[in-house]
């Protein structure tokens, strides 16, 4: 098994409890009767805030899958991205087969549109909403939530991160409303010092 982090842990958790129930059922006497799992985790990102940024960051070591038949553990199908790039990666490594287990499957017009892929195990199909809890996350908060559920823009708001880039952005769009609300600021806190010294000359002569 593929683990992928950080959202599909508390997917994995539950499901290997079952496994091993099924397994404690069954009861195998050989290791023909047996199933032997090895389990690899591996992390995967293609978000910023509550968007897809196209790009998916997916590392495994050739070892963990050559020569094996690797079930992949995900907590959420959503453009597609992701799960493109894990599978493509574990088939170059050397796997005998693949196949994917995914918490949740998303009507996401883009995979429906660009990708013709559908898990071979998929515990609930879901609305094309942004959802959290229960392993999922938004900027890493909210994954200890028992349940799943969708975001609410109070929380977006909450949460969100702004990118780095946006003051370089702003230079580059708008210099001349920037120079201007240097001039203002700087203007201003000039003023204040100068009706301040003012202010303290008037009380210094009041007294004198």
Known sequence: MVIILTGAYQFFLDLNTSLKKVRAIRNPKTEKEDVLLKF?????????????????????????????????????????????????????KGAKSVKSCVLLHKKNNDNMKYFDYFSDYIGFCIPDKFVIGYGLDFNDFLRDMEHVCVISQLAIDKYKVWSINLPIICLLKYPILLVKMFVYNYFQKSFICLKQVKDLNNQTFKRA
């Not at 985790?41 to 897809?52: L, M, V």
């Not at 196209?54 to 690797?70: L, R």
């Open 40 to 92: 690899f985790f591996s992390k995967a990102t293609s978000y910023e805030n509550d968007k897809s940024v196209g790009t998916v960051q997916f590392e495994i070591k050739d070892s963990a899958i050559t020569d094996a038949h690797v079930l992949i553990i995900e907590d959420i199908f959503d453009t597609g991205l992701t799960m493109k790039k894990i599978v493509d990666t574990v088939n170059q």
